[in-house]
């Protein structure tokens, strides 16, 4: 519930009902004497109560699974690798990494979506086995492998002024409204565009969109804006009524990197070996 924020997406992760969830979750609080989230008709929200609790449940968690992966270790086959990916790395780098990994006969069976400054702590608790993000910033914990470059592009609508044309230079974005992820989601990534911008000698205007906010804010729907995009969102990632416009004339491009623990042990570890090789192969930086 705490990272699906929905009663009906948990379920559908748990594959049970959305009753079921509700009832348990209700039971729990009364158990606690607390109350674990607040309920709207539209999100459900983490409590400070839950949220001190998170870590502790967390932790538990991740000892059973070494456990169960420990005690089958040397008579099961190894399970599933679990992978996270930040949003702004774009669906087209994350389905060239499942078709990568698919082809060297991996099994990815949890990819999940998460925020880039939650990815170390994901990592470190277990949860996942690696991720990838863009611009991820380097900490002692975590181990980052450069993988891709992509190229910084907009996300305009079809009657904004750059719509129909095949690019736009640097200098054109001066006296352009830029929306951008939030940025404590994703400090490296502002702190690349910042400097690509300073470099240029313009200081666009910035709109800053909320966590829940889609690709595609209402003001760049409306064109007053533009959203910034990346160069592997191809046509078929365009929502309706927007149109992808490269940005060049300097080319400004972030890198992907690929992130796992770097404490600790696996209860993967072929898997996180050929996994590791293929990442290894396949780097273009």
Not at 26 to 36: D, S
């Amino acid at each position: 519930m705490a990272e699906e924020r929905s009663f009906t997406a948990a379920a559908r992760r748990l594959h049970t009902s959305q009753q079921s969830v509700s009832a348990l979750v209700r039971r729990l609080e009364l158990k606690l004497g607390v109350i674990l989230f607040e309920r709207s008709t539209r999100l459900v929200v983490p409590t400070r109560e839950c949220a001190e609790l998170l870590p502790d449940v967390r932790s538990a968690l991740g000892m059973l699974d070494a456990a169960l992966a420990k005690t089958l270790a040397g008579r099961l086959p190894e399970r599933p690798l679990r992978l996270a990916f930040s949003p702004a790395m774009t669906f087209g780098t994350l389905q060239d990494l499942l078709d990568l990994l698919e082809r060297t006969g991996l099994v990815v069976a949890d990819v999940r979506e998460i925020w880039a400054d939650e990815l170390p702590a994901a990592l470190l608790a277990g949860r996942f086995d690696a991720a990838i993000a863009v611009e991820l910033r380097s900490g002692a914990e975590i181990s980052l492998l450069p993988w891709r470059h992509q190229r910084v592009d907009l996300l305009v609508s079809t009657d904004h002024r750059f719509a129909g044309r095949s690019e736009v230079g640097v200098e054109e974005l001066a006296d352009v409204t830029l929306v951008l992820p939030d940025p404590v989601t994703n400090v490296g990534f502002h702190d690349r565009l910042a400097a690509a911008w300073e470099q240029a000698g313009i200081c666009p205007t910035v709109k800053v969109a909320p966590r829940v906010a889609g690709p595609a804010p209402a003001c760049v729907e409306r064109g007053e804006a533009a959203s910034v995009w990346l160069s592997s969102m191809d046509d078929r990632y365009v929502p309706n009524g927007l149109t992808h416009v490269a940005v060049c004339r300097p080319e400004i491009s972030v890198t992907t990197y690929f992130a796992t623990a770097a404490v600790g042990t696996t209860s993967v570890p072929l898997s996180m070996r050929r996994m590791s090789e293929a990442i290894e192969q396949s780097r273009d930086v």
